[in-house]
């Protein structure tokens, strides 16, 4: 089901394109703070498995911190996640990554000391015995991985060690990413890379949530979208009906959607 972008308010359950079966990852209400700074305010959203689901919006709106309750590594003050069911919030991380659901950070935290496969290795450190087929799987998703993996990490490229960090999380078992502004700093031949290996990653089965700052880039490959501000959910859709909504352009791209300038979408964001 396909419907047009639809403003909400946050207290609104979402009715959006939804996948096949139930979903995947549901997130009801979710309010979260900082030294009892409220940032999330009752935040619902829906992920379908093997859909590839955007979250934009402006600085400190609270994409990051969304990522980071999902991710196990911020304790909600109220609201449920769901995966599959079951009540995931408030779990340390380990937990939540037993059960498939990754946050990979923005950066290039990579241990610049160790070789590129002892880095691997350290993501896989819930499963052992997975370890060769999980690194079987990551040097299919980045050849280049492979063809590096005698090499220290810390003498990369910025983008190869972006590949270690987002390999680090398929070697914990993902089934499900987190990739927090995952094109940050990334050369134009790396953003390609990127953009192709998300959509591997879908076609293989893997259920992503991205969150970040190049809206253009993320809601082209997003089947599905979501606008916060505020800490707010304000606007969904599918990712081409974000990027040509109204609203979302002025927002983000800071520019009326109907001024003399040219097309606002051309702008690099
Ligand atoms: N560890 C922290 N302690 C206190 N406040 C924080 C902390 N992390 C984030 N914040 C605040 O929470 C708000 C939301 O931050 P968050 O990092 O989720 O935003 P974001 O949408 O990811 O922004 P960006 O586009 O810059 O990555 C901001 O006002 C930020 O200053
Ligand atoms: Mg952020």
Known sequence: MTIGSRHH????PTELPAGIGSPYLVIQNLSAAYNHIQILHNVSLQVWRQQVVAIV???GAGKTTILKAVGGLLRPVRGAILVDGEDIAGLPVWEVVRRGIVYVPEGTNVFPEMSV???LEIGGYLHRQRIPALLDFVYHIFPEL???HKALAGTLSGGQQRMVVLARGLMAGAKMLLLDDPFLGLSPKYVKIFCDVFRTLRRQGMTLL????????I???ADLAFLIEGG????SGTGPELLHNHHLQRTLFGIEATCEMGDPLQMEK
Do not use: A, F, M, W
């Open 9 to 12: 308010r946050s207290d609104q």
């Open 117 to 119: 496969l002892e880095n």
């Open 219 to 221: 809601l082209n490959v």
């Open 210 to 217: 991205i969150s970040g700052q190049h809206v253009r880039r």
């Open 57 to 59: 919006g402006p600085n």
């Open 146 to 148: 492979q063809k590096k």
């Open 232 to 235: 707010r959910i304000t606007l």
